[in-house]
């Protein structure tokens, strides 16, 4: 491409080096934040492929059936102090070769029994009438068994004519994956679930996604649009002396080109650092192997490629009024600002989004879409509002540094949203996650301290006494019972309970010896039937945190960028205005004024609008319920916002005042 020879490659690197430290300066804040960017992104692309790699590697549990099969498997879920304990029971038919199941070198045979690591730590620690399986372990799973590392897991050899493989087991539709009857397969490669909780994570994951990566990307083309002011009125010049606008725009590519290409090699680096913080981070049941949240090649060369077209475009996309209007931009007149159609696109799309959500619900890709189009309005919106805001701001000022921020929102509009666009958009996430939140709270009855197994109304008696027998042969003191619907069963059965009143450790001891006694069930309490919902709300809760946390620090890092930029872009004006006998002061307070107004009027219709869509969203998903707390962590996001706008502000005054002591009747 001629625009991009050789002759553009050296005078970019000249202008760049001509900028002298302040030019470099705002290159090294372009680089930066192009370096946030993809840092970040690479972190929303490592945990959304994290989600998929545990969920393929929980497959082998969901077993299916084959016509030609060579073995049994069946899988029971018991507990221990609340923690789920996934038991794989398997059988080879005879005269079959059945395969190694996942995670062991070979086909366990008849009474071994193989856990994982986590397991075997804890079989380790606890006496034996306390564990969770019996038996000793004769081998260590592996990686390729498990979703995550301190996962536990067993699975225990058969014959195949053992009760473990033969009896039936009545499936639980509370306990989605919990419990899978014997079944004939040929192979261990199983089928994914399509109604478990693993899907709900990864539609979370991606809701996630969208609240972060749009910030992001916005922070990402505004690391092209720094100082934009001074690079047009350079390009202009060269334009006027006969520049052709393929040299322009080469001039112009080149230049993001570099910057971008730069940020993005250290977002990788950022992103190689911080993997092992983010596998260290407990997330459905527990931490990551790191070998999940390594993205691969392909992925990392799209992503860091992505963020370098996106500054490119960013910054190709404001060259057409230096090509076409060059010595408009050397007279620094004007340009017409945002159109109002903007404005009437964001309530499309609310209008839109609303119905979306109404008529296919939460949980579809649909909705999803919709949210991420709203996501986007509310940047499309944004330099419309400003320009609004600095018509009546100028028309109303009374006090010198009021009218200097007005005129300065009215003049350039797009430089103001970039500096308050981040915060406008956590607002909206804030906002969105302050009503929606969730309940697991446990309807099936039962108690913390009652075990309950279903049993047959013929063998109500018989399994009575024996659960008498065998925990008085455990020592432990129970109340036996027949009553309730904790535990899934037949139509015919009844609840055969035990009541432990001696603490987890002896409840740990009655489920010991209860296991086993009804070959198709493991003992389980009313709360453990929602363990895997108890679960998803602390986590929803978690990863709710994070998002809030990485937007607003996003968003206050772009804040910070941003406004240092635009002190170095204005010096010319600032170095006038000081000479004119502006005090140091009054340009400070316009500063300030020129931020906190549209972060105000932005940020609090950007909480409204995330209210509204949350509200909806919580309508639309019958799990949602109202917590109070939510405005609790809205108020203090607000305020975080808010003292992050000021903290940034306050850091980039030093350099106002040293643009203000430089000479500025000086061209560039």
């Known amino acids: 491409m001629r625009a991009l020879d050789r002759t553009t490659w050296a005078l970019t690197w000249r202008l760049t080096r001509a900028g002298g430290r302040t030019g470099l300066l705002v290159t090294g804040l372009a680089v930066a934040a192009a370096a946030v960017s993809t840092t970040l992104l690479l972190l929303c692309v490592a945990m959304n492929l994290g989600f998929q790699h545990r969920s393929d590697r929980a497959d082998w549990r969901n077993p299916v059936e084959s016509s030609r099969p060579v073995a049994v498997e069946a899988v029971g879920t018991t507990f221990t102090r609340g ?96 419990i899978a009857s014997p079944t004939r397969v040929a192979s261990f490669t199983g089928a994914p679930l399509t ?91 527990g931490a990551w192997y790191p070998a999940d949240l390594w993205i691969g090649a392909p992925p990392l060369l799209a992503v860091t490629a992505g963020v370098v077209a996106l500054v490119v475009i960013s910054a190709l996309a404001g060259l057409r009024q230096v090509v076409v209007g060059p010595l408009g931009v050397a007279r620094r007149s004007r340009s017409r600002g945002a159109s109002a159609v903007r404005a009437v696109v964001f309530v499309v799309v609310v209008a839109v989004y609303g119905w979306i959500t109404k008529k296919y619900g939460s949980d579809d890709s649909m909705a999803l879409y919709a949210f991420a189009a709203l996501f986007l309005a509310l940047a499309v919106i944004g330099p419309w509002v400003v320009r609004l805001l600095g018509r009546i701001v100028t028309a109303l000022a009374k006090r010198p540094a009021t009218l200097l921020a007005g005129r300065r929102l009215l003049d350039d509009p797009k430089a103001a949203w970039r500096i308050v666009s981040g915060l406008t958009l956590a607002g909206f996430v804030a906002g969105f996650f302050a009503l929606l939140t969730l309940d697991a709270a446990s309807s099936w009855g039962g108690r913390p301290d009652q075990l309950a197994i279903a049993v047959p109304d013929n063998k109500v008696t018989q399994v009575r006494t024996l659960a008498e ?151 639309a998903g019958g799990d949602s319920s109202f917590d109070a707390r939510g405005l609790i962590v809205l108020a203090v996001c607000c305020a975080a916002g808010f003292g992050g706008i000021l903290a940034v502000g306050a850091l980039s005054r030093p350099l106002l005042r040293a643009v203000t002591r430089q000479a500025g009747t000086r061209g560039e």
């Open 195 to 285: 109604d478990g909780m693993g899907g709900i994570y990864e539609s979370l994951a991606r809701v996630a996604t969208v609240l972060v990566v749009v910030p992001l990307l916005v922070l990402g083309a505004s690391a092209a649009r720094l100082s934009v002011s001074r690079r047009d009125e350079r390009l202009a010049a060269l334009r006027l002396i006969g520049a052709t606008p393929g040299r322009i725009a080469g001039l112009t590519a080149a230049e993001a080109l570099l910057t971008g290409t730069a940020g993005a090699l250290l977002g990788v680096v950022g992103y190689a650092v911080l993997l092992p913080v983010a596998a260290s981070l407990p997330l459905a049941g």
């Open 469 to 619: 027998q065998r925990l008085h042969a455990a020592g432990v003191t129970a109340v036996i019972g027949d009553d309730g619907f904790v535990a899934q069963g037949p139509s015919d059965s009844r609840q055969v309970t035990a009541t432990v009143s001696g603490g987890p450790a002896d409840l740990d001891r009655a489920r010991t010896a209860l296991t086993g006694l009804i070959p198709d069930q493991y003992p389980i309490t009313g709360p453990e039937v929602n363990w895997s919902e108890e679960r998803f709300t602390r986590d929803f809760t978690t990863i709710t945190r994070m998002v809030l946390v990485v937007t607003f620090t996003v968003a206050i890092t772009s804040a910070g960028i941003t406004a240092a930029a635009a002190v170095l872009d204005r010096r010319r004006t600032y170095g006038l205005l000081h000479l004119a006998g502006t005090p140091l002061r009054v340009l400070d307070a316009a500063r300030s004024r020129e931020t906190l107004i549209p972060v105000t009027v932005l940020a609090g219709g950007a909480v409204a609008t995330g209210l509204l869509c949350g509200g909806s969203m919580m309508l």
């Open 83 to 178: 923690v789920p304990v996934t038991v794989v029971d398997v059988a080879r038919l005879p005269g079959r070769t059945a395969p190694a199941p996942p995670g062991l070198d070979r086909f366990p045979a008849p009474g071994e029994l193989w856990v994982s690591p986590a397991l075997g730590a804890l079989l380790d620690r606890l006496p034996a009438d306390r564990h969770p399986v019996p038996g000793t372990p004769t081998g260590t799973l592996g990686r390729a068994a498990l979703t995550h590392p301190g996962e536990l897991v067993a699975v225990v050899g058969h014959r195949s004519t053992d009760p473990a493989v033969t009896t039936p087991r009545e499936p639980d539709p509370r306990r989605v994956g919990d």
